[in-house]
């Protein structure tokens, strides 16, 4: 069983809808949880990061984590063919390291 | 620059080849990280320079692959004798006390 477990997709949905982008692991040593968005052939961008459990908003993007659960998500509210992209979570356990483990990612694309 | 930087882009090599991938961090980021995603796998760690601390190579798949960082500033990652199952997308990265900021990666091929 991998550490990180991501649904690959593709997903796709219509403009203006909401997104969930989900991961669950292992790990329960993993504190922080990032997620990167990658476009086509370029590198992954840092979206958002949290350190606890709950909701941490910005802009359209809200990432949740339920530490109980060992399960993390992002919604995207009114989705726009521009966030068509791969969203990988990401994820390592204390401030002193540097290990970080990605979900494969998750490819969506917005249908215009 | 303002970001990281990898050159090249792509790379097409023959089976049984060398090749060596270059990577330029943001400047005054000491951490520099080396990743090989591949189609449905992920992002796999490779190896991690700090400083002047000894590298962590643990995540170097053979020994055919080596990397080094001069300076504490350029990285290069050398694959010696080039399998097909080298093929993969080679991300570099950066960071000082943050979250990594990725290169565009360089895109190599083992024919």
């Known amino acids: 069983q991998k550490e990180v477990e991501q649904d690959p997709g593709p997903l796709s949905v219509p403009e203006g809808a909401i997104v969930s982008l989900n991961c669950t692991y292992s790990?329960?040593?993993?504190?922080?949880f990032m997620w990167y968005r990658q476009y086509s052939r370029k590198g992954p961008e840092l979206l958002m990061y949290?350190?606890?459990?709950g909701n941490k908003e910005d802009g359209r993007f809200t990432a949740q984590v339920d530490k109980s659960s060992k399960y993390i998500s992002l919604f995207i509210r009114d989705s726009q063919p521009s966030d068509s992209a791969t969203y990988l979570c990401?994820?390592?356990?204390?401030?002193?390291?540097?290990?970080?483990?990605f979900g494969t990612g998750t490819r969506l694309k917005v249908l215009a | 620059g303002a970001g990281v930087s990898q050159s090249p882009s792509n790379k097409v090599t023959e089976k049984g080849k060398d090749v060596e991938l270059r990577c330029d961090p943001i400047?005054?980021?000491?951490?520099l990280y080396w990743y090989r995603q591949s189609l449905g796998q992920g992002l796999e760690f490779l190896i991690y320079?700090?400083?002047?601390?000894?590298?962590?190579k643990s995540g170097l798949p053979s020994d055919r692959f080596s990397a080094e960082r001069t300076g504490g500033s350029v990285s290069t990652l050398t694959i010696q004798r080039t399998q097909q199952e080298d093929s993969a997308v080679y991300l570099c990265?950066?960071?000082?006390?943050?979250?990594?900021?990725f290169g565009q990666g360089t895109r190599l091929t083992v024919v």
């Open positions: 990265a950066s960071s000082s006390s943050s979250d990594p900021f």
């Open positions: 790990n329960s040593a993993f504190q922080y």
């Open positions: 949290t350190y606890s459990s």
């Open positions: 990401a994820m390592r356990t204390t401030s002193g390291t540097y290990k970080y483990i």
């Open positions: 400047s005054g980021h000491t951490a």
């Open positions: 320079f700090q400083g002047n601390s000894a590298p962590d």
